[in-house]
């Protein structure tokens, strides 16, 4: 069993940065890839980006890039999404997720294998 421990989200103006941080409880040795996805009232959870955890391989959303980054840390078992240049329609739970081992395309929420509790990012105009 792994948990995922979010922080960082806030409410914050329009054209401001945060930076989220995920925490997994245990040794990310086995883990495949780490994802952040978001929900925001009324729509589906979407892909926000995901990483390679052994190479640090990179992926966005559509649109993200550019404005967002993720990062890890392996001795620290840390995702990171550093959100810069921040728009009301990003505001929305954000949630981390974690998959073991290669179990399909990480754009898909159920090829996850656990999800943190989420954080509430909130961005006003």
């Known amino acids: 069993q792994v948990q995922l421990v979010e922080s960082g989200g806030g409410l914050v103006q329009a054209g401001g940065s945060l930076r989220l941080s995920c925490v997994a409880s245990r040794s990310s040795f086995s883990m495949y890839v780490m994802g952040w996805f978001r929900q925001a009232p009324g729509k589906e959870r979407e892909f926000v980006a995901a990483?390679?955890?052994?190479?640090?391989?990179?992926y966005y959303g559509d649109s993200l890039k550019g404005r967002f980054t993720i990062s890890r840390d392996n001795a620290q078992n840390t995702v990171y999404l550093q959100m810069n240049s921040l728009k009301p329609e990003d505001t929305a739970v954000y949630y981390c997720?974690?998959?073991?081992?290669?179990?399909?395309?990480?754009?898909?929420?159920?090829?996850?294998?656990?999800w943190g509790q989420g954080t509430q990012v909130t961005v006003s105009s």
């Open positions: 990483i390679r955890w052994s190479g640090g391989y990179t």
């Open positions: 997720a974690a998959q073991i081992g290669n179990s399909g395309s990480f754009y898909v929420t159920a090829n996850y294998n656990y």
